[in-house]
């Protein structure tokens, strides 16, 4: 008997604000106006994506042509749904589930709409990450019981053929605490980094237990820290007990400088950094054509690469501060 099997394009991408608001219904007739009537579409507090800025997130997506594309930073199914329909052609199935963010950015999944199997999706908001602040431990007047949940989600889609209890494939998205500090409460969010990347830690592990290790995983998103082989940053180091869990830039043979998917620009300075990734189970591994691992780099209007930004102006000039990663998955098993 033939066993079935597909490929799939994969696209991991921090969208930056991609809200796509209106009181109405936005129409072809919309992408035509100026960014000034654009932005009067919308009354949300949330000011919409660019216009230029959106219809070159899309041009990359048409280009790259992914089966799949797990992404941030989506300011709801509206935005998302609009952004499939309108920018591009109704091609995808938008998925979203909100999470906990408190600035309405969530974790979206477009599938292809003829990718010939289904999907279902579940999401970890409500999970604890048993961990309190520093000041919560420490209130003896007020103390604090329970624990926070994830910043965002750590949203699990399940694809399967035939069998939803027993998918072929798991892919689980997350968006991990930034190292803002606004109240001055946990420096740069390294606590709760840590935490909740913990949790999605055993998010994982609780995953192949429950298919006893026979169901490819892989955990993608911003992780917003170093999480590679490459001076691993202190809030992952529970990646130590899972040495054979490995992100594809890694499987790949991608350099650390061209694994680079954000720019920090500072003073003097511009540092580049890995933040998203895709760590894959020893069970997905196989599947992956590691010579496709790749940071896909904007280009200019010649189509040539864009520098590096190395000032505010010019980083403020790309469809995104993030760049995505792509890579493809061969012969998967459809069970």
């Known amino acids: 008997m033939t066993k079935i099997t597909c490929d799939l394009k994969v696209m991991i991408w921090n969208l930056e604000n991609l809200f796509l608001l209106s009181d109405q219904t936005l129409t072809s007739e919309h992408l035509k106006l100026d960014e000034i009537q654009w932005q009067k579409l919308s009354t949300s507090i949330y000011p919409n994506k660019s216009l230029a800025k959106t219809k070159a997130l899309a041009e ?88 926070h949940r994830f910043s965002r989600d750590a949203a699990e889609l399940h694809l399967f053929l035939n069998n939803h209890e027993h998918p072929f494939f798991v892919f689980v998205m997350t968006h991990l605490k930034s190292q803002l500090d606004r109240d001055r409460i946990d420096p740069l969010g390294f606590e709760r980094r840590q935490a909740e990347f913990k949790t999605l830690m055993e998010v994982y592990t609780g995953l192949r237990e429950r298919w006893q290790r026979s169901v490819p995983i892989c955990v993608a998103g911003d992780f917003n820290g170093n999480a590679s082989h490459h001076g691993r940053d202190a809030e992952f180091s529970t990646l130590a007990e899972h040495p054979d869990f490995l992100d594809v830039c890694e499987l790949g043979n991608v350099s650390a400088d061209d694994a680079k998917t954000y720019f920090q620009i500072h003073r003097t300075r511009t540092e580049g950094k890995q933040l998203d990734y895709a760590f894959l189970s020893p069970e997905a591994q196989p599947y992956l054509k590691r010579d496709s691992v790749r940071v896909y780099r904007y280009l200019d209007p010649m189509g040539f690469p864009l520098d590096r930004p190395t000032t505010l102006d010019a980083k403020a000039q790309l469809p995104s501060d993030h760049y995505p990663l792509v890579f493809e998955l061969k012969s998967i098993p459809l069970r």
């Open 60 to 147: 990359i997506i048409t280009s790259e042509n992914p089966d799949l594309i797990l992404l941030c930073e989506v300011g709801g199914l509206e935005s998302l749904t609009n952004f499939n329909r309108l920018f591009l052609g109704g091609r995808y199935s938008p998925v979203l589930v909100e999470g906990n963010s408190d600035r309405n950015i969530d974790i979206g999944f477009l599938l292809r709409r003829d990718i010939g199997f289904y999907f279902d999706v579940f999401s970890n908001r409500n999970r604890s990450i048993n961990y309190l602040y520093p000041h919560e431990r420490q209130s003896l007047d007020q103390p604090v019981t329970g624990g």
